[in-house]
């Protein structure tokens, strides 16, 4: 997912108040062609780093 989009998802969430996500989907981030080595979730848009990711064991 572009880093655009996932900033845009993060704006459409926070506008329906922010709930609580489980992130069930994750693909990685892309800035324009390259990858940002972050993930983003599909459904709220947060973007998380690879150490978060280990973190969360994902
Ligand atoms: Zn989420």
Redesign the pocket.
């Known amino acids: 997912m572009q880093a655009a989009e996932a900033t845009k998802l993060q704006q459409q ?1 926070k506008a329906k108040g922010s709930p609580p ?4 989907r994750l693909a990685k981030e892309y800035y324009l062609s390259s990858q940002t080595g972050d993930k983003v ?6 973007d998380f780093s690879p150490a978060e990711l280990k973190q969360m064991g994902r």
């Open positions: 969430w996500c489980e992130h069930p979730c599909m459904t709220c848009g947060e």
